[in-house]
């Protein structure tokens, strides 16, 4: 086989940036899409000129032609198609954070054991390119034992009012940043500390700040604040540093690499993660793709996306929202 016949379940905004994504990719052809939305769905299937359109994901994995799904559906409703298309036998990429809870998490990790399909979880910035060299350098010795790190991932409150009625930014967000840290110093979070702040009384938070305690000793400092001022210039400010003891690495995806100036305001379009061109996504998220077709292909479990590693960054970030919600340290494991 050369090439995985995919669905997807959920076509949100992110599932259709999925779609623009997996049509650009010659290993994999877009299959099937399904959602409850019949509007959406008619509107998705003709965009992309996908004749599988279904409103029950059972319906879409009861099919033997399809390989595999990417799951696109909010967070807090990945569990029971996740094990379903496992059962099915079919490869999953299976959006962050892996799910809602710890134990929901730990049934999906289950089902992955003892499936034909392998499962991958889209953490998607292990796909940055800054992030993959940072690893390649801290992998070859360059900056010694680590010993503390930091990051930055804040967004304008114009994209999040809707967001925060559904996730906060410590899950929402910090877990990209947790993740990364965890694959980064090849380290468990033992305990957990984090103070919130609601500026709009919106369902969540609108800042989440987060100090982790490695096992090794070492400690982190995530700031997460979906609510920059309107006129911030840009969509993203994105950073880390990671101090070792014998160098530093400081990894920064923000201000605007590319500015565009209109009548209307300075615009800073994504360039890492998902630029598109001419209708088609590249970027990072290509490069996941690639990555899990190539996995899937080959029939080989994934060394980056791991679920048990996703388990683990959903884990820290909830025992950090306990954290800010009780006021005390949580420590896990």
């Given at each position: 086989m050369s090439q995985l016949r995919i669905g997807i379940i959920g076509l949100g905004w992110f599932g259709e940036i999925h779609a623009e994504t997996i049509i650009g990719i010659p290993s994999l052809k877009l299959d099937a899409l399904c959602t409850r939305n019949a509007e959406r769905l008619a509107q998705q299937g003709e965009k992309f000129g996908v004749q599988k359109l279904y409103a029950d994901y059972n319906d879409m994995l009861a099919d033997p032609n399809i390989d595999a799904v990417s799951i696109c559906t909010m967070w807090d409703q990945h569990t029971e198609p996740a094990i379903a298309a496992l059962k099915a036998g079919k490869h999953v990429f299976l959006e962050k954070p892996i799910a809602s809870t710890v134990e929901d998490a730990r049934k999906i990790v289950a089902a992955s054991k003892d499936s034909k399909g392998i499962l991958f979880i889209g953490h998607i910035a292990r796909f940055n390119p800054r992030f993959r060299m940072a690893k390649q350098a801290i992998d070859a010795g360059r900056i010694g034992k680590i010993v503390a790190l930091s990051s930055r991932r804040n967004i304008p409150a114009a994209w999040t009012p809707e967001i925060l009625n559904k996730i906060g930014p410590i899950?929402?967000?910090?877990?990209?940043?947790?993740?990364?840290?965890?694959?980064?110093?090849?380290?468990?979070?033992?305990?957990?500390?984090?103070?919130?702040?609601?500026?709009?009384?919106?369902?969540?938070?609108?800042?989440?700040?987060?100090?982790?305690?490695?096992?090794?000793?070492?400690?982190?400092?995530?700031e997460t604040v979906w609510c920059m001022p309107e006129k911030t210039p840009f969509d993203i400010d994105e950073r880390m540093s990671i101090i070792g003891t014998e160098g530093i690495i400081h990894i920064q995806d923000t201000f605007p690499n590319l500015a565009i100036v209109d009548d209307n305001k300075l615009h800073s379009p994504d360039t890492t993660y998902w630029p598109e061109f001419d209708g088609v996504r590249g970027g990072a998220l290509r490069d996941e793709f690639d990555y899990f077709t190539r996995m899937a292909l080959a029939g080989k479990q994934p060394d980056i996306g791991r679920p048990e590693d996703a388990a683990a960054a959903l884990e820290a970030c909830l025992a950090a929202e306990e954290s800010a919600r009780s006021g005390n340290v949580i420590r896990i494991g």
């Open positions: 899950v929402g967000d910090a877990i990209h940043d947790t993740d990364l840290m965890l694959w980064l110093t090849g380290d468990r979070i033992v305990s957990a500390y984090a103070q919130t702040v609601s500026v709009r009384d919106l369902k969540n938070p609108d800042i989440g700040q987060t100090m982790f305690r490695f096992s090794s000793g070492a400690t982190a400092t995530l």
